[in-house]
């Protein structure tokens, strides 16, 4: 497994959880300090109002 993909899956590495990829285009949001704050699942787009509020610091 390519180290970034151990960072992003394995609550050990990360510090937030573990979590597996379901399928492309799962997304994880990483804040200024280079922590995961959210994993957004494969089927929710990219433009929804959850990633929206989050990148504009609405959460």
């Known amino acids: 497994m390519?180290?970034?993909?151990?960072?992003?899956t394995q609550v050990k590495k990360n510090g937030y959880k573990d979590s597996s990829v379901k399928w492309n285009f799962q997304k994880y949001?990483?804040?200024?300090?280079?922590k995961i704050e959210k994993i957004i699942p494969p089927k929710k787009l990219p433009q929804s109002e959850e990633v929206?509020?989050?990148?504009?610091g609405t959460k």
């Open 2 to 8: 390519h180290p970034i993909y151990k960072f992003l």
């Open 29 to 34: 949001l990483i804040g200024e300090s280079g």
């Open 52 to 56: 929206i509020c989050w990148i504009e």
